[in-house]
């Protein structure tokens, strides 16, 4: 079945990963995603191996293949008058231009908003910028780390006194990309209405510090930073998380402490601690907390998760494992719902990808094809658009596409 944006054309003109993940989310949901390259490719095609990083399988490069999957490979030279003649012909046929470049970038290369929007009023001008487009650092670059360091996350992160929170890297590129795909359906839901296209413009800075939307309210409404917990004394035990005599970790979380505390003695068979006065109101376990947290972590090392959380499910409590990232690629859950999938490629064969944040139940997401080889589809595009094969090859010969495979 076809996905909700089957029938859109996207031209992406982005690296690394915020811009193209959008892209792949866009290509997930069915719309049709030419990613123009330059004659070196997206850097990001070797990028794993230039910070020394796992590269994949076969030869192939598991970060690139994840941030463009249902993708076309345009190989064009835009400094070429004919490379640039090609890509506004492509833009004449697009629903959507999404980039990730610089801020005044793509003004210097003379696809700026203006210039294409005029010549396709019904596009939609993707920009997936670092700082906004606005304020004093609109045109400063930004890469995932500077993104989640300036926006907060990596001092949300963590216990309280520590330092800054080392962050695997990718989450705020993939909050960036998120927010952006949103804000491009947003859009085009509008331009149905309206008949307009118009400039969407997200952010790295923008993206993360919305995810941080609760731990950001206290600091814009009330001048006051939410602080960050120290586990040991957390202020409420009994949403909190413990070693288990496995040495795997379990979250108990519990928002109506008074009401869970009796189903939590009884799965710890600490019953005798039900009406202890230092713990049997939210006020007095806040007080003692240490001292409880204390016994709960003994109490916790008698047993392997699994059965911790065999007795908490009984016992009517909330809890979850604490899970690797390999154990989620696992997890039966996330496997069910699709946000581990599988798909089969022709390198790699019938394996795991990270899947689809939704679930549609009449035109679902689905992985179609994986990455493109560099200017797989140079040839194929242009035929599309209404270039002849000799067209083709002149600019094959003149230098402003390439095509592979």
């Not at 993707?126 to 004093?136: F, I, L, M, T, V």
């Not at 007795?311 to 496997?335: K, S, W």
């Not at 944040?357 to 990455?371: G, H, I, K």
Request: glycine share 10%.
């Amino acid at each position: 079945m076809a996905g909700p944006l089957d029938g859109v054309r996207v031209v992406e003109l982005s690296m690394f990963q915020q811009g193209p993940v959008a892209g792949m989310r866009l290509g997930d949901l069915g719309a049709d995603v030419i990613k123009i390259e330059p004659m070196n490719g997206d850097p990001a095609r070797s990028f794993m191996r230039i910070i020394g990083a796992m590269v994949g399988l076969r030869g192939r490069n598991y970060y690139f293949e994840h941030c463009n999957r249902n993708k076309r490979s345009v190989v064009l030279d835009m400094k070429t008058e004919k490379g640039l003649e090609v890509f506004l012909r492509l833009i004449d046929t697009a629903d959507v231009f999404l980039t990730n470049m610089s801020i005044d970038a793509p003004t210097r290369l003379g696809i700026g908003p203006d210039v294409l929007l005029r010549r396709n009023p019904r596009l939609i001008y993707a920009h997936a910028s670092g700082w906004g487009r606005k304020g004093p650092d609109a045109h400063d670059h930004s890469f995932d780390y500077t993104g989640i360091g300036r926006s907060g996350l990596m001092m949300s992160c963590g216990e309280n006194g520590a330092p800054p929170t080392q962050i695997l890297p990718g989450i705020g590129d993939e909050l960036g990309a998120l927010v952006c795909a949103w804000g491009i359906t947003a859009a085009l839901y509008a331009r149905e209405k309206t008949g307009r296209g118009q400039v969407v413009d997200t952010s790295l800075m923008g993206s993360v510090i919305a995810a941080l939307g609760l731990i950001m309210a206290a600091p814009a409404v009330l001048g006051r930073e939410f602080p960050r917990e120290v586990r040991a004394a957390a202020g409420n035990p009994i949403y909190n998380h413990y070693r288990c005599q496995d040495g795997k970790w379990i979250a108990i979380a519990h928002l109506q402490p008074d009401l869970y505390w009796p189903k939590v003695c009884e799965a710890l068979e600490l019953s005798h601690l039900r009406d202890d006065p230092r713990f049997d109101t939210i006020e007095a376990r806040s007080k003692h907390a240490r001292e409880l947290i204390a016994i709960f972590d003994e109490r916790f090392a008698t047993k392997p998760r699994d059965g911790w959380i065999e007795i908490l499910n009984r016992c009517g409590c909330i809890c979850t494992p604490i899970q690797t990232p390999l154990e989620v690629a696992g997890d039966a859950q996330a496997i069910a719902n699709g946000y581990i999938s599988h798909t089969d490629h022709p390198v790699y064969g019938n394996t795991k990808i990270v899947g689809f944040p939704w679930d549609f139940s009449d035109t679902p997401a689905s992985c179609r094809r994986e990455a493109p080889e560099l200017g797989r589809h140079s040839r194929e595009v242009l035929l599309e658009i209404g270039y002849s094969l000799g067209e083709i090859e002149d600019l094959e010969t003149h230098g402003a596409i390439r095509q592979e495979g």
